[in-house]
């Protein structure tokens, strides 16, 4: 396989965004199409751990998420009334809302000359071992030396080249959240754990706004009953008393402001390609958000595709060289969030001491070299 000259990138969220970049960063032409008709305006907040925020400073785009975001590095834990119980020092994170990442991702990568277009998907797709073959959903083709599967834990392109296999499956927990003004109480990762044993965790994502969330336990994918979002939120968390919880939940009046899901994961075998197609971030691997790490991953898949892809003449080793320096890596942060999400789904109180640890002690894994 020759070099990578020309790049097709399907699915523009932060894997695919960041990849975009980082291959223009590196000369590589960039074509890059998601199937959603615009950059995301509204959605929930992510929190960019120390290595997430270490990838995205190897290419000039730590700065403006600092600027947008809010930083912090500690981890507070409180009781459901919201007395503080212990803080921990954390790594540097910046909490940030999604769609301002995925602004300044996009930006970054539409700056640098990658073609960015919306509302678009492919409909066929031929590897021909030299090259890839593609059609568009509006009809168009192109050719091109690799294609990255950047679309997604439900990813239509890995299903195709891939098989069913590795799609994804439900992890035994749902997620409730929702944006509010940030109390000043809300200045680090925090978690607020009641006596029931539900957590219910924060982090700022500006100076003036937070993320809340809550995760839910069910054997099957639970179901909400489409406008009741905002009212049941209320029943389940009807034991915290803490002014910080509460405050927020009276502004949620409207269950359009809640986004809830099923925690679906999966983790794709390596190697991540087949022929001249790649899988990169959810895609390749979903895990479960207990680590806030499945981002931070795909930064980081971003980033060392880019480094592979730049450092050799051939495809097949730039793609192998992937792999290699990704699987392991992203295998521990998987199995570390679906431990965090068994202790819940057990004897949730009980593991609260090893839960933190965990927490804690794979923090320091993530600050290892890529
Ligand atoms: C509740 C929750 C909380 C989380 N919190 C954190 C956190 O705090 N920190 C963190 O690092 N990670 C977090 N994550 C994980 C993080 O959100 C994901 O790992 C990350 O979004 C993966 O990025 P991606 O680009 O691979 O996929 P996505 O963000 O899913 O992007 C995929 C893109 O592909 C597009 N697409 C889909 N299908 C097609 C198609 N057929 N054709 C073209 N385009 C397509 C979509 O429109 C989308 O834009 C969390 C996840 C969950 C569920």
Request: contains cysteine.
């Amino acid at each position: 396989m020759s070099r990578v000259k020309r790049v097709l990138i399907v699915g523009s969220g932060i894997g695919g965004a960041t990849a975009a970049y980082a291959l223009r960063k590196v000369g590589v032409d960039v074509h890059s199409i998601d199937i959603k008709p615009d950059t995301p305006t509204a959605g929930s907040g992510i929190c960019l751990l120390h290595n997430a925020m270490r990838a995205l400073d190897s290419l000039g785009l730590a700065e403006p998420c600092l600027d947008s975001g809010f930083h912090f590095n500690a981890f507070r834990q409180f009781n459901s009334a919201g007395e503080l119980l212990q803080t921990n020092p954390a790594p540097p994170s910046c909490g940030i809302p999604r769609p301002e990442l995925a602004r300044i991702l996009e930006t970054a990568a539409a700056g640098a000359g990658a073609i960015l277009e919306k509302g678009l998907t492919i409909e066929y797709l031929k590897d021909r071992g030299d090259c890839v073959e593609v059609r568009f959903s509006d009809g168009r083709e192109g050719i091109y030396d690799l294609v990255v599967a950047a679309d997604g834990a439900y990813s239509k392109l890995r299903e195709q080249v891939f098989g069913v296999d590795c799609g994804p499956r439900f992890a035994g927990q749902s997620v409730w959240r929702f944006n509010a003004p940030r109390p000043d109480q809300v200045d680090a990762f925090c978690l607020y754990r009641s006596a029931s044993g539900r957590t219910v965790g924060s982090f700022p994502t500006s100076k003036d706004s937070c993320y809340i969330f809550f995760l839910e336990n069910s054997q099957e994918p639970l179901r909400i009953p489409e406008g009741e979002a905002h009212l049941l939120i209320r029943e389940r968390l009807a034991e915290y008393t803490a002014p910080t919880i509460r405050e927020s939940l009276e502004l949620v009046t409207d269950a359009k402001q809640i986004i809830f899901r099923p925690l679906d994961i999966t983790l794709v075998p390596a190697p991540w390609h087949l022929g001249r197609v790649v899988l990169l971030g959810d895609a390749a691997h979903a895990p479960t958000p207990h680590m806030t790490s499945g981002g931070g991953m795909a930064i980081e898949d971003a980033v060392v595709l880019a480094e592979c892809v730049a450092s050799t003449n051939s495809a097949r080793e730039a793609l192998e060289a992937y792999s290699d320096r990704r699987y392991d890596r992203v295998k521990t942060i998987y199995d570390a969030s679906m431990q965090l999400c068994r202790y819940e789904q057990g004897d949730a109180i009980g593991n609260r001491e090893r839960s933190s640890a965990l927490l804690l002690q794979t923090y320091q894994y993530l600050g290892q070299p890529i």
